[in-house]
């Protein structure tokens, strides 16, 4: 029989192993869960809680592209309780289940306390007969809603960061017109509103032989509209483009979001002082084969990723509990060489349609118009 528990729907029992419970629901978004947790009596058995702990922790440092995330898991709760998404395709809470069961018998007090994360038995010391199955726990499994984060927090960051960034801005002008005496600093990185960069003249055409490439890129208006996620800036939304020195491309953000260039990588940074997406590239080494790409695309957060127009773009996506976190790989073929370029997103749920699709979107389409002008 269907329950609601939580904030999961359909909750059903699926299968029992002594303390252990595995029900099977759905979350508040409609996505299929499996939900594993701890019988009521076992939960205040500290060498069992321990023991799941560890095992959360065994599946979060062994997981692999086969593996279906884990969505939430609370070990601090009065019931223990890890979320994970049920895909056909993927092996799920099952796993974590059945490496409990090597690790100690299903029912009863464990005989030795709960294992370290670095040398945990493999099997049981000496075999023993398998404990018989538990009937269903009662009363039903009782998993607390996600708790809201606290908005003080991000307050006092944001203030803390514009402070911050007054106190470098002024330091850096006092420094630079003792220094420099007036010239310009190309180095820093060219921010500009989409409609001035746009707007501006052509420069003049210089004789053969002078032209040299720009040291910042310019946004190109031309893109081709792709899209991983959500949807992209339109005409009229309020823009900054964001020009680093010697990228190959620039991209749009909001205007009120802050942007700082470490090793090739943008790190762009909303009001609220916690969501960011980083932009990085870098050029492949030797030919970039099918090989070579999978081991940079392994390297992303959030796996696994899925591939779209074979192979040369790569996306995932979570949503935890009032989270939005993605990843985005893009390979292009200048002709020259192959660049690989990456945005990762960790933003709040409400800023995941207005501010964290299009930046993406964005860097997907002025990245591959890079491809499109050699062709």
Same mark, same amino acid.
């Given at each position: 029989?269907?329950?609601?528990?939580?904030?999961?729907?359909?909750?059903?029992?699926?299968?029992?192993?002594?303390?252990?419970?595995?029900?099977?629901?759905?979350?508040?978004?409609?996505?299929?869960?499996q939900i594993l947790t701890l019988g009521s009596a076992s939960s205040k058995d500290?060498?069992?809680?321990?023991?799941? @702990?560890?095992?959360? $922790?065994?599946?979060?440092?062994? !997981? &692999?592209?086969?593996?279906a995330p884990i969505l939430v898991a609370d070990l601090e709760a009065e019931q223990p309780y890890v979320v994970v998404l049920r895909d056909p395709r993927m092996r799920g809470a099952d796993r974590i289940m059945d490496r409990l069961l090597t690790l100690g018998p299903a029912t009863g007090p464990l005989p030795v306390g709960p294992p370290s994360h670095s040398n945990r038995p493999q099997a049981p010391a000496s075999p023993a007969a398998p404990a018989p199955s538990a009937p269903p726990m009662s009363p039903p499994v009782a998993?607390?809603?996600?708790?809201?984060?606290?908005?003080?927090?991000?307050?006092?960051?944001?203030?803390a960061s514009v402070l911050a960034m007054i106190a470098l801005v002024v330091g850096g002008w006092i420094i630079w017109s003792t220094l420099a005496g007036g010239d310009s600093d190309s180095s820093a990185?060219?921010?500009?509103?989409?409609?001035?960069? @746009?707007?501006?003249? $052509?420069?003049e055409?210089?004789? !053969? &032989?002078?032209?040299?490439a720009p040291p910042f890129p310019e946004w190109n208006p031309d893109t081709e509209g792709m899209s991983v996620?959500?949807?992209?800036?339109?005409?009229?939304?309020?823009?900054?483009?964001?020009?680093?020195?010697?990228w190959p491309f620039a991209f749009l953000v909001p205007p009120d979001y802050e942007c700082r260039e470490v090793d090739r990588t943008a790190d762009c940074t909303a009001p609220d002082g916690q969501s960011t997406v980083l932009v990085s590239w870098s050029a492949c080494e030797a030919e970039c084969d099918d090989d070579a790409r999978e081991g940079l695309q392994e390297e992303l957060p959030y796996q696994p990723l899925q591939v779209y127009e074979n192979g040369d773009i790569g996306f995932s996506v979570r949503e935890p509990p009032g989270e939005w976190k993605a990843s985005l790989s893009v390979f292009v073929d200048t002709g020259d060489q192959v660049l690989?370029?990456?945005?990762?997103?960790?933003?709040?749920?409400?800023?995941?349609?207005?501010?964290?699709?299009?930046?993406?979107?964005?860097?997907?389409?002025?990245?591959?118009?890079?491809?499109?002008?050699?062709?």
């Amino acid at each position: 029989m269907s329950r609601t528990v939580g904030p999961y729907k359909d909750v059903a029992t699926a299968r029992v192993e002594g303390a252990y419970e595995l029900c099977e629901g759905a979350d508040e978004t409609g996505r299929p869960v499996q939900i594993l947790t701890l019988g009521s009596a076992s939960s205040k058995d500290p060498a069992r809680r321990g023991l799941l @702990s560890d095992t959360v $922790a065994w599946a979060y440092a062994t !997981a &692999g592209p086969d593996d279906a995330p884990i969505l939430v898991a609370d070990l601090e709760a009065e019931q223990p309780y890890v979320v994970v998404l049920r895909d056909p395709r993927m092996r799920g809470a099952d796993r974590i289940m059945d490496r409990l069961l090597t690790l100690g018998p299903a029912t009863g007090p464990l005989p030795v306390g709960p294992p370290s994360h670095s040398n945990r038995p493999q099997a049981p010391a000496s075999p023993a007969a398998p404990a018989p199955s538990a009937p269903p726990m009662s009363p039903p499994v009782a998993i607390p809603p996600p708790k809201k984060r606290s908005q003080l927090k991000p307050i006092l960051i944001g203030v803390a960061s514009v402070l911050a960034m007054i106190a470098l801005v002024v330091g850096g002008w006092i420094i630079w017109s003792t220094l420099a005496g007036g010239d310009s600093d190309s180095s820093a990185p060219a921010v500009e509103s989409a409609d001035e960069q @746009s707007s501006a003249a $052509a420069p003049e055409e210089s004789s !053969a &032989g002078d032209a040299e490439a720009p040291p910042f890129p310019e946004w190109n208006p031309d893109t081709e509209g792709m899209s991983v996620a959500g949807s992209s800036f339109e005409e009229g939304d309020e823009t900054t483009v964001v020009s680093m020195e010697g990228w190959p491309f620039a991209f749009l953000v909001p205007p009120d979001y802050e942007c700082r260039e470490v090793d090739r990588t943008a790190d762009c940074t909303a009001p609220d002082g916690q969501s960011t997406v980083l932009v990085s590239w870098s050029a492949c080494e030797a030919e970039c084969d099918d090989d070579a790409r999978e081991g940079l695309q392994e390297e992303l957060p959030y796996q696994p990723l899925q591939v779209y127009e074979n192979g040369d773009i790569g996306f995932s996506v979570r949503e935890p509990p009032g989270e939005w976190k993605a990843s985005l790989s893009v390979f292009v073929d200048t002709g020259d060489q192959v660049l690989h370029v990456t945005a990762v997103a960790s933003m709040d749920a409400d800023l995941a349609e207005t501010d964290a699709q299009p930046i993406l979107n964005d860097v997907l389409n002025q990245s591959k118009l890079l491809e499109d002008s050699e062709e």
